[in-house]
C-alpha cells in the first residue's frame, strides 16, 4: 500500500518536525530556559571535553603507579598543570606584560609616524592636496571610531570576562568527573544497542575516542609548534615583540587551515609601522613555517583522519564570524571536525541500535 512507501514515511516525518518547531516558537516561556540551560552549560562542557583529551593520556600513565588509584592520579596531574602554569607565568609574564604594554603605549607614535610618512610620500610625489589630506582625516577617523566602539562595549567586556570567570569555576569540577568518570560512559551506551552487535558498537566507540583524542592533542601540538617556530623566525628577521605576537599564533593556529594566517596578522601590522619591507621577512617565515607544518608536522602528528576542504573552511569561517564574531572564527574549525567525526559515528552505531 502507498501509505507503507518510504517517501509518504519521510514527508509525514517531515511535516511532524515542523509542527513541532511551529509549537515550541510560540511557547517561548518554556523553551527559553531551556536554551539559556544549554547556553550556559555548552561552553564549559567543550572546554572540559578538550581539557579531557588532552589531559587523559597522563592521568591514565600515572594511575599505573602502585598505590596510586584514579582519583589521586587526577588531583597528582592538576597540581603539576597548576604548577607548571605558575611556573611559565612567574618566568615569562614580566616579558609578556612589557611587551604587551610597550607595544600599547607605541602604537599611536607608530601610526602618526606612519600617516606623516604617508603625506611625505605623497606631498614628494606632487599629488593633490584633497588626497594628503583624505589620508589624515581618514586615519584619525579610525582611531576615533575605535575608540568610541571600546567604550560603547565596555559593559558588554565586562560581562565577557565575568561570564569567562563563571565558565572557570565550573570546568574543573565537569572535567575532573570527566576524568574519574570516563570508563562508565561506554557500558552505558552499549546498553542500547542488542547484545549480538556489541562487538561492533565497542569498536565505534573506540574509534570515536581514538580520532577525537588524536586531533585534539595533535591540534594543539601543531598550533605550539607553529607558535614556536614563528617566535623563532620573529627573532631572526628582527621583528619586535616576538613574544607576544607568537603568543597569539599559538591561539589562533588551533584554528587548521587558516588560523595560522589570522595570526600573522598583528605582526605584519607592527611590521608596517616600522619597516615596509618587514612585511616581505614576515612572509618568508610564514611561507617556510607552513611548509613545516604542512608538509612534517601536521602528518606526523594527525596524519589524514579529519579532510576538510578549503572551502568547507571558508564557509564555516564566514558563518561563525557573522554570527559569533572572533570567538567564532577561532573555534569554528576544531568543533565543526569534532561534531563530524561525532555524528559520523553515532549515525553508524544508530544503524546497529535499530538494525
Do not use: C
Not at 605558575?86 to 600617516?115: A, C, I
Request: aromatic share 12%; glycine share 6%.
Amino acid at each position: 500500500m502507498w501509505i507503507k512507501h518510504s517517501f509518504f514515511k519521510y514527508v509525514t516525518a517531515t511535516i511532524l518536525v515542523l509542527i513541532v518547531l511551529l509549537l515550541l516558537g510560540r511557547l517561548d516561556y518554556l523553551v527559553q530556559p531551556v536554551m539559556t540551560l544549554i547556553e550556559t552549560l555548552f561552553l564549559p562542557i567543550l572546554i572540559a571535553g578538550f581539557l579531557y583529551y588532552l589531559i587523559r593520556p597522563i592521568v591514565v600513565f600515572v594511575s599505573k603507579a602502585r598505590y596510586i588509584n584514579r582519583t589521586v592520579s587526577i588531583f597528582l596531574v592538576f597540581g603539576l598543570i597548576i604548577g607548571g602554569i605558575s611556573g611559565l607565568v612567574y618566568s615569562m609574564g614580566d616579558v609578556v606584560q612589557s611587551q604587551f604594554n610597550e607595544l600599547k603605549s607605541e602604537v599611536p607614535s607608530k601610526f602618526e609616524e606612519s600617516v606623516g610618512k604617508t603625506e611625505a610620500f605623497i606631498n614628494e610625489n606632487n599629488l593633490p592636496f584633497s588626497i594628503t589630506k583624505n589620508v589624515r582625516e581618514t586615519a584619525f577617523s579610525y582611531i576615533a571610531d575605535l575608540g568610541e566602539n571600546l567604550s560603547d562595549h565596555i559593559f558588554g567586556i565586562l560581562s565577557a570576562i565575568a561570564n569567562f570567570a563563571t565558565v572557570l569555576i565550573i570546568v574543573p569540577f565537569i572535567l575532573f568527573y570527566l576524568l574519574k568518570d570516563d570508563d562508565r560512559f561506554s557500558p552505558y551506551l552499549l546498553k542500547f544497542i542488542p547484545e549480538d552487535h556489541e562487538k561492533e558498537g565497542k569498536r565505534i566507540l573506540s574509534d570515536i575516542h581514538t580520532t577525537l583524542s588524536t586531533y585534539i592533542v595533535g591540534q594543539m601540538i601543531v598550533a605550539s609548534v607553529n607558535g614556536v617556530l614563528m617566535y623563532i623566525g620573529y627573532l631572526i628577521i628582527g621583528l619586535d615583540y616576538a613574544l607576544v605576537l607568537a603568543l597569539f599564533v599559538v591561539i589562533t593556529a588551533i584554528v587548521p587551515i587558516l588560523g595560522p594566517l589570522l595570526g600573522v596578522l598583528p605582526a605584519l601590522f607592527v611590521g608596517l609601522m616600522y619597516d615596509p619591507f618587514m612585511l616581505v621577512k614576515i612572509g618568508v617565515v610564514l611561507l617556510i613555517v607552513q611548509q613545516l607544518e604542512g608538509n612534517l608536522v601536521s602528518p606526523l602528528v594527525i596524519g589524514n583522519r579529519l579532510k576538510l576542504h578549503p572551502l568547507t573552511v571558508i564557509l564555516l569561517l564566514l558563518a561563525a564570524g557573522s554570527m559569533y564574531g572572533f570567538i567564532g572564527i577561532l573555534i569554528v574549525i576544531p568543533v565543526y571536525s569534532v561534531l563530524k567525526v561525532t555524528i559520523n559515528n553515532a549515525i553508524r552505531f544508530y544503524k546497529l541500535r535499530y538494525s
